[in-house]
């Protein structure tokens, strides 16, 4: 089975914006929830935020309404727009599965916010 790809993570000032995406392999993806995870410095991993295949998504009181997740089930990709951001948004960030896939967690996106 092959790890995801994350990509799009780098520094940012506080309030500024970014997009993450995600490539994950068919079998991953198809019929899956899917979820962004992250991990800040220190900390363990969370969810941020996950979606079902249909496309209903859930987010962490911490980034609701900054935070939006979608997919492209065609192009089995996963991405998360992030807006107004603060620096407790540092971490590297993650896709998987929902739950996670014990053995499928990739090499994840480093997201800095400087304030």
């Known amino acids: 089975q092959l790890q995801p790809v994350e990509s799009g993570g780098r520094l940012v000032q506080a309030g500024g914006s970014l997009r993450l995406s995600c490539a994950a392999s068919?079998?991953?993806?198809?019929?899956?929830?899917m979820a962004w995870y992250r991990q800040p410095p220190g900390k363990q991993r969370e969810v941020v935020a996950r979606?079902?295949?249909?496309?209903?998504?859930g987010y962490d009181d911490s980034v609701k309404g900054r935070f939006t997740i979608s997919r492209d089930n065609a192009k089995n990709t996963l991405s998360l727009q992030m807006d107004r951001l603060q620096p407790e948004d540092t971490a590297v960030y993650y896709c998987?599965?929902?739950?996670?896939?014990?053995?499928?967690w990739g090499q994840g996106t480093q997201v800095t916010v400087s304030s």
């Open positions: 998987n599965t929902y739950p996670p896939l014990r053995n499928s």
């Open positions: 068919r079998n991953m993806f198809a019929g899956s929830t």
């Open positions: 979606i079902l295949y249909r496309g209903d998504a």
